[in-house]
T-cell receptor, first 110, second 113 residues
Framework: SQTIHQWPATLVQPVGSPLSLECTVE??????LYWYRQAAGRGLQLLFY??????ISSEVPQNLSASRPQDRQFILSSKKLLLSDSGFYLC?????????FGPGTRLTVL | AQSVTQLDSHVSVSEGTPVLLRCNYS??????LFWYVQHPNKGLQLLLK??????LVKGINGFEAEFKKSETSFHLTKPSAHMSDAAEYFC???????????FGTGTRLTVIP
């Protein structure tokens, strides 16, 4: 069976500090991978998706970046966090029609 | 262009009464439609999906949704609400062949004992 892991589960970071959130998938090969952000009181916003190693598509211009160094690893990064980066970050993997979501990382930027 | 609109940001029902969460979509092509549920501080779980087969779709936990092309709707229903149904529900549309999911803004369901 497939599982998806995200860490850390929660994170509190000061403004201007760097960020690295990691997502790994088990039990499937060459999945599409996605990063979403859910800001307080708002729906989910697709940030990045990847159809393969080293292939990243950005949906929204921002100070975040994503990388896929391995087939089942997807990393969300920032060099300098902004207050507006606070939110709940969800990683998902997808094959064909469906997407399956990880447990999420709650990021608070102070 | 495609989008999805959830008409109610918050729905409150009594335990044991029916649940109706409304969703309308706009899409130039035949969409795939989904309902996801999110419990507090948890990831999203797929409830059900419509992918151009039967228009009445049955999902987990007693939920179902009916795809009505003439009304461009995909409302989520359940005959009898349970306390454990309290959560945020997202209606989602996916254009055929596309990688992206487009999420509605969500409906928070409260179940009153």
């Amino acid at each position: 069976s497939q599982t998806i892991h995200q860490w850390p589960a929660t994170l509190v970071q000061p403004v201007g500090s760097p960020l690295s959130l990691e997502c790994t998938v088990e039990g499937t090969s060459n999945p599409n991978l996605y990063w979403y952000r859910q800001a307080a009181g708002r729906g989910l916003q697709l940030l990045f998706y990847s159809v393969g190693i080293g292939q990243i598509s950005s949906e929204v211009p921002q100070n975040l970046s994503a990388s896929r160094p391995q087939d089942r690893q997807f990393i969300l990064s920032s060099k300098k966090l902004l207050l507006s980066d606070s939110g709940f970050y969800l990683c998902a993997w997808g094959v064909m029609q469906e997407q399956f979501f990880g447990p999420g990382t709650r990021l608070t930027v102070l | 262009a495609q989008s999805v609109t959830q008409l109610d940001s918050h729905v409150s029902v009594s335990e044991g009464t029916p649940v109706l969460l409304r969703c309308n979509y706009s899409s130039s092509y035949s969409p795939s439609l989904f309902w996801y549920v999110q419990h507090p501080n948890k990831g999203l779980q797929l409830l059900l999906k419509y992918t151009s087969a039967a228009t009445l779709v049955k999902g987990i936990n007693g939920f179902e949704a009916e795809f009505k092309k003439s009304e461009t709707s995909f409302h989520l229903t359940k005959p009898s609400a349970h306390m454990s149904d309290a959560a945020e529900y997202f209606c989602v549309v996916r254009l055929t062949g596309a990688n992206n999911l487009f999420f509605g803004t969500g409906t928070r369901l409260t179940v009153i004992p």
